[in-house]
């Protein structure tokens, strides 16, 4: 059953676009939604995560987007770059108040072209 | 800086083997975790650890086990690999918590290829 839902599986994007990856989710206990970025050859990294008392949360060209009556949210990538080029992946915790694990989105490729 | 390593990025055993996967952190985490990364599924937890001797199944333990002899290690072991567990395999560590957010830090993934 997964517990975390993501789409697109694939995006390509021209340099100096916005890319948006979209998760939904169906447990109304999670609290704490972080998105991890992985490079070709490499492991995730956490690169920006957000709770639902904001609806918006932003660093850099990076924005996570929340709409708590719709169960969803969303990365937003502004003026996208060659180096954003990576597989993203949404996450939820896998329990209220349980922080050490999570469940994770079926991943974004994202090809972004010069 | 968090370094999770892995003992190998990439190998080939044949079906029947006896297969042992290592991960080593380097900033004393309690928690540790082997996901398995296949393209359209994500990653899915294999195993967790949360102590020395102390481990939890995941999602997908069937055909694994694991051993956590100290805290820094935690070895993915599949009995007798089977061609459907080729994968990429990734370890994790993050320190505990319950009332803050958690970050998982990643090793670099072994790519098993079982003939």
């Known amino acids: 059953q997964q517990q975390v839902k993501q789409s697109p599986q694939s995006l390509i994007v021209q340099k100096g676009g916005i890319s948006i990856i979209n998760c939904a989710y169906e447990n109304t206990a999670f609290d704490y939604f972080p998105w991890y970025q992985q490079f070709p050859g490499k492991g995730p990294a956490l690169l920006i995560a957000?709770?639902?008392?904001?609806s918006e949360k932003k660093e850099g060209r990076f924005t996570i987007s929340f709409n708590k009556s719709a169960k969803q949210f969303s990365l937003h990538i502004m003026d996208s770059q060659p180096g954003d080029s990576a597989t993203y992946f949404c996450?939820?915790?896998?329990?209220?108040?349980?922080?050490?694990?999570?469940?994770f989105g079926s991943g974004t490729k994202l090809n972004v072209k010069p | 800086d968090v370094k999770v390593t892995q003992s190998s990025r990439y190998l080939v055993k044949r079906t029947g083997e006896k297969v042992f996967l290592e991960c080593v952190q380097d900033?004393?985490?309690?928690?540790m975790f082997w996901y398995r990364q296949d393209p359209g599924l994500g990653l899915r937890l294999i195993y967790f650890s949360y102590d020395v001797k102390m481990k939890e199944k995941g999602d997908i333990p069937e055909g694994y086990s694991v051993s956590r002899e100290k805290k820094e290690r935690f070895s993915l072991i599949l009995e007798s690999a089977s061609t459907n567990q080729t994968s990429m395999y990734l370890c994790?560590?993050?320190?505990?918590?319950?009332?803050?957010?958690?970050?998982?830090?990643f090793g670099p993934g072994t790519r098993l290829t079982v003939l």
């Open positions: 900033m004393d985490h309690e928690n």
């Open positions: 994790a560590s993050s320190r505990p918590t319950s009332y803050e957010y958690n970050e998982q830090f």
């Open positions: 996450a939820a915790p896998r329990g209220r108040y349980n922080f050490n694990k999570f469940y």
């Open positions: 957000i709770r639902p008392d904001v």
